[in-house]
């Protein structure tokens, strides 16, 4: 004797297909930002080993064409081979230079260790009226985390926007499997 489904479980089978649905659509979405002039990197493992970097100069619906830096061949991408997406959202000063001034500073601390060794070892009349060997590591530490930053301000930190890829489809279709009667299980394959 057959089973036929109620509609309560019915009910169910449509919640779970409409919940699945919608963060596929808001991701999808979001892949619709990779339109021509866009500076994008973007993983597709079936298309290219790595990731790879470059500008949007042709979309349709299913590909993306991207135009890599150096002389390196375009790319023709499918949208659904991309498995991950970022799109290049300018420049930011300040994290450039809080960047610069941590190598700037680390640069200060190596060359103001040796500036206070020389410093300290100083001997003769020609020593007299020269800082410490503290003062010469300070200021060599502060001049650096100071050019540091100035340097870090000028060149900015490049920004990005970690885009959502929908999940891949199976055929097409997401795949229904059925479970225990009465019930069913929703298989998404990434």
């Known amino acids: 004797m ?8 019915l009910f169910r ?9 919608a963060p596929l659509a808001r991701a999808g979405a979001q892949l619709d930002a990779l339109q021509p002039g ?3 990197r973007l993983r597709a493992p079936s298309v290219v080993a790595g990731r790879a970097e470059g500008s949007v100069f042709r979309r349709t619906p ?3 064409y991207v135009a890599r830096a150096h002389g390196a061949p375009p790319l023709a991408i499918p949208v659904i081979a991309i498995t991950a997406a970022e799109r290049r959202r300018g420049r930011d000063r300040g994290a450039g230079a809080a960047r610069g001034a941590l190598w700037g500073g680390g640069v200060g601390v190596a060359l103001g260790a040796l500036a206070a060794r020389a410093a300290e070892t100083c001997e003769g009349l020609g020593c007299v009226g020269t800082p410490s060997s503290g003062a ?4 060599t530490v502060a001049v650096g985390t100071g050019v540091g930053a100035g340097v870090g301000a000028l060149i900015g930190v490049q920004r990005w926007q970690r885009l959502r890829v929908p999940a891949r ?20 394959h990434f």
Do not use: I
């Open 13 to 21: 089978l449509a919640l779970v297909v409409l919940a699945a649905a």
């Open 136 to 139: 010469v590591f300070a200021g």
């Open 62 to 64: 299913d590909t993306v």
């Open 38 to 40: 866009t500076r994008v």
């Open 2 to 9: 057959r089973r036929t489904p109620s509609s309560s479980a």
């Open 169 to 188: 489809m199976v055929g097409g279709l997401l795949r229904l499997a059925r479970g225990r009667p009465g019930t069913v299980r929703l298989t998404l």
